[in-house]
């Protein structure tokens, strides 16, 4: 299995920014894949998730209404749509693959991890 991120990088604040998790084709439709983000000297932050499906979404509640996730079915591919960032999403954004619906904004509950990339907000 395999989670591979990419998209971060530096954008002012109010900017937008798009990251990308490839997962490899036969794993794609097993898992809930969700995005988190981890903040020097902070714990790993639950960011947003969508069903195997692709039916149901969630997200946290500092991203709500500004983030948006999508998954896309040919590309084997999940998406994290940023929108007016904010200092405070600046962190490393970690891909990740859950396996329980009602687990999958819980960090231990997570079954595979992918490396992160860092978004970087200045104000």
């Known amino acids: 299995v395999q989670l591979q991120a990419s998209g971060g990088g530096l954008v002012q604040a109010g900017g937008s920014l798009r990251l990308s998790c490839a997962v490899s084709a036969h794993f794609f439709t097993s898992y809930h894949m969700g995005w988190f983000r981890q903040a020097p000297g902070n714990e790993r932050e639950f960011v947003a998730a969508?069903?195997?499906?692709?039916?149901?979404?969630d997200y946290g509640d500092p991203v709500k209404g500004r983030f948006s996730i999508s998954r896309d079915a040919k590309k084997n591919t999940v998406y994290l749509q940023m929108n007016h960032l904010r200092s405070e999403d600046t962190a490393v954004y970690y891909c990740a693959a859950g396996s329980v619906w009602t687990r999958v904004d819980r960090p231990q509950r997570i079954d595979y991890w992918g490396q992160g990339t860092l978004v970087t907000v200045s104000s």
């Open positions: 969508i069903s195997s499906s692709g039916g149901s979404r």
